[in-house]
């Protein structure tokens, strides 16, 4: 059975510090990996999705990596901003158009 | 991406009563949409996969008599929580997979008094 991991819990950060937050997950024959992002009281927003077949995504401030053998994911938000303080999920896609599986989040505070 | 919506986005009711919860594909027909449930400061659960036309699929654990999944239409699915207690008190979130990424609506909370 899958399980996904994110550490650490909470993470509290001055504005402009880089984040790093970091997914890890049991079975590494997956599909992809989503990253999203939820505020308090919230939906999810999707931030990234990698492919099995991809070492890394791009967005913006945001990047993530993959390292499907070690079973690891790393989202990266460069130069963050209060408006980055959120809850940041990662999910694992063991198959096409399939339930994801997801980690415990990581809850980011920045301090302006 | 694909926008889902919710309805209602919270709702209040008295224990006993059945509570249901809408989902709808805005943009796109979905012939699979996903319902979720998640306690305060905790991840998502998946509770079951909503099937359009035939059966839901639940997760081990999840009461296919308490929590009623109807995918009627391409656009539309409903999660019905029948005879509703405290403890069913959480929020429900639904979602949809476009091209194999999954996107999710605002999700509704409830509270059951």
């Known amino acids: 059975k899958q399980e996904v991991t994110q550490i650490p819990a909470a993470l509290s950060v001055p504005e402009g510090e880089n984040l790093v937050l970091n997914c890890s997950f049991t079975?590494?024959?997956?599909?992809?990996l989503q990253w999203f992002r939820q505020d308090p009281g919230k939906g999810l927003t999707s931030l990234l999705l990698?492919?099995?077949?991809?070492r890394e995504q791009t967005s913006g401030r945001l990047n993530a990596s993959l390292d499907k053998s070690s079973g690891r994911s790393t989202l990266y938000i460069a130069a963050s901003q209060p408006g980055d303080s959120a809850t940041y999920l990662c999910?694992?896609?063991?198959?096409?158009?399939?339930?994801?599986?997801f980690g415990g989040g990581t809850r980011v505070l920045v301090k302006p | 991406g694909a926008v889902v919506s919710q309805h209602p986005s919270w709702v209040i009711c008295k224990s006993g009563t059945s509570v249901k919860i809408e989902c709808r594909s805005l943009?796109?027909?979905?012939?699979?949409m996903f319902w979720y449930r998640q306690f305060p400061k905790q991840s998502l659960m998946l509770m079951a996969t909503?099937?359009?036309?035939?059966?839901?699929?639940?997760e081990q654990g999840v009461e296919k008599d308490k929590f009623l999944i109807n995918h009627a239409s391409l656009t539309l699915s409903t999660l019905t929580v029948t005879s509703a207690h405290p403890e069913d008190s959480s929020f429900y979130i639904c979602?949809?997979?476009?091209?194999?990424?999954?996107?999710f609506g605002p999700g509704t909370r409830l509270t059951v008094l």
């Open positions: 979602s949809v997979n476009r091209n194999n990424e999954q996107f």
């Open positions: 079975d590494s024959a997956i599909y992809n």
């Open positions: 990698i492919q099995s077949s991809q």
């Open positions: 999910a694992v896609n063991e198959a096409a158009g399939n339930k994801l599986t």
């Open positions: 943009d796109f027909q979905a012939t699979t």
């Open positions: 909503s099937n359009e036309g035939s059966k839901a699929t639940y």
